[in-house]
C-alpha cells in the first residue's frame, strides 16, 4: 500500500471511531437523562395502584351490603359507596396521565362497571349477582394489573430468594385453610 491510501484508512478509521464515541455519549447521556423520569412516573404509578387497591376494596364492602338481602345498613352503606366511588372517579381521571394505557381502560371499564351496580341499585333497591359478579371480576383484573405494573411478584420472588427457598414458599401456599384453623384452634385450648 502506498503512503496516500494508508493516511486515508488512518483517517477514516479516526472519523469512524470519534462517531461511535460521540454516539455512545448521546446515549448514555440520554439516559441518564431519563433515569430520574422513570423513577419519578414508577413512585407515581405505585402511589396509585395502592390508591386503587384500597378503594376499590372499600367499594367491594359496601357492595356487598347492599346486594345482601335485608341487609341493616343499606342506608349508610350507600351513602358510604357513593362517596368511596367519587374518590375513585376522582383517581381514575388523574391516573389517566401516567397509568399504562390497557391499565387506564381497565380501571375505566371498573369504573362504569359500578355506575352500573350503584344505578342498579338505585332503581331496584337490590343488585343482582351477574351485577356484583362483573365488578368483582373487574376488580379483580385491575388489581392483578396493578401487581404486574409494580412488579410486586417479581421483588416478592427475589425477597423469597433471601430468606427461604421457593420450595418452601410454595408449601406454605398450597396449605389448607383448615389446617390454620386446626393450628389456630389447639393454641386457643392450650392457652384457655
Known sequence: ?????????????????????????????????????????????????????HLQSRIRVFATILSAKDALYCDEARADIGEYYKQFSELEARSAVILPVELWLELKELSNAICCLLQEYDEQGAITSPCMLKVEARMTKVALLCRTITGADQLSEHAIRLFSSRKDYQRVVDMEISKFESMHGEVNRSGA
Open 1 to 53: 500500500m502506498d503512503e496516500s491510501a494508508v493516511t486515508l484508512v488512518v483517517g477514516l478509521a479516526g472519523i469512524v471511531s470519534t462517531l461511535l464515541v460521540s454516539a455512545l455519549g448521546l446515549y448514555y447521556t440520554a439516559k441518564a437523562r431519563v433515569a430520574p423520569l422513570r423513577d419519578a412516573l414508577f413512585s407515581r404509578q405505585l402511589d396509585v395502584a395502592v390508591q386503587i387497591s
